[in-house]
């Protein structure tokens, strides 16, 4: 199951086997004014028991520099088939990452939690700067992060 949620990360859609029911979601990750360099960040989600279903998004095109997104790296050995055609620019201190994809109904209000793993150039690496359940409640909401993302939220 695991390596079919990657291929269907691929094409920036995370669904489940059977489930064809997917809505666009918006997500919106403001960066603090952390003084540095771009972020590197990691946007993947976790089933209810905290397991790896799939990867959304990474900031950033250098993959040697994938290993400072501690959690995402753990949890999917650093297989840049994970994340390939789903790649963008890395995020400049108090600049804003908006990304639309398509995830699954099935994930909402079912236990999954959306992660981001945050990494700058000679700064701290943040493994699980945000983890927010994904909820229909929860859209909407913003939350902030450990140390480099000043808020973050998800809209449906």
Do not use: C
């Not at 004014?33 to 028991?49: C, F, R």
């Not at 949890?75 to 994970?82: E, H, I, M, S, V």
């Not at 789903?86 to 108090?94: D, E, L, M, N, R």
């Amino acid at each position: 199951m695991k390596s079919l949620l990657a291929t269907l990360a691929l094409t920036t859609a995370l669904t489940l086997p059977g489930l064809a029911v997917a809505r666009p979601v918006t997500l919106t990750t403001t960066l603090s004014s952390y003084g540095g360099d771009g972020a590197y960040l990691a946007l993947y989600v976790t089933d209810p028991s905290g397991a790896y279903a799939g990867s959304l998004w990474m900031a950033g095109g250098k993959s040697k520099y994938y290993e400072h997104l501690t959690d995402w790296y753990r949890a999917t050995g650093g297989d840049t088939a994970q994340v390939d055609g789903i790649t963008g620019a890395s995020v400049g201190a108090g600049r804003t990452l908006e990304i639309t994809l398509d995830l699954a109904d099935a994930l909402f209000d079912a236990g999954y939690t959306l992660h981001i793993d945050a990494a700058v150039e000679d700064m701290r690496d943040s493994p699980n700067e945000v983890a927010v359940p994904l909820t229909t409640k929860g859209a909407g909401t913003p939350v902030k992060g450990r140390r480099y993302v000043a808020s973050f939220a998800y809209d449906m």
